[in-house]
């Protein structure tokens, strides 16, 4: 079975740092697009940044130069460096996955993290 489980979450101050970590676990064969989503409390589940499996990534306007998405197939890894960071970045961050499990016949299926928590304080 496959699992995400996402990491390097907490509490920082305004202009500080944090890195992420989701790791991919069980029998998978390929992944396709690896992404970041983030909750803040009362809104709705956004797109924080995306990565292709050819490197190609795309990012919030928000974020644009402050977080910097990268990925590790041999690791079945995804980051997500978050620098000068802000309140507004306050959230619950999920990772999700596009991947082709061992079983799938080459059809993607979407996996998701439950979520690392993510306090910015002013």
């Known amino acids: 079975q496959v699992r995400l489980v996402e990491s390097g979450g907490g509490l920082v101050q305004a202009g500080g740092s944090l890195r992420l970590s989701c790791a991919a676990s069980?029998?998978?064969?390929?992944?396709?697009?690896m992404r970041w989503y983030r909750q803040a409390p009362g809104k709705q589940r956004e797109l924080v940044a995306s990565?292709?499996?050819?490197?190609?990534?795309n990012y919030e306007e928000s974020v644009k130069g402050r977080f910097t998405i990268s990925r590790d197939d041999a690791k079945s890894m995804m980051y997500l460096q978050m620098n000068n960071l802000n309140p507004e970045d306050t959230g619950v961050y999920y990772c999700?996955?596009?991947?082709?499990?061992?079983?799938?016949?080459?059809?993607?299926?979407?996996?998701w993290g439950k979520g690392t928590l993510v306090t910015v304080s002013s």
């Open positions: 999700n996955f596009a991947l082709v499990p061992a079983w799938a016949k080459n059809i993607p299926v979407d996996y």
């Open positions: 069980g029998d998978i064969f390929r992944i396709d697009y």
């Open positions: 990565i292709l499996s050819d490197g190609f990534s």
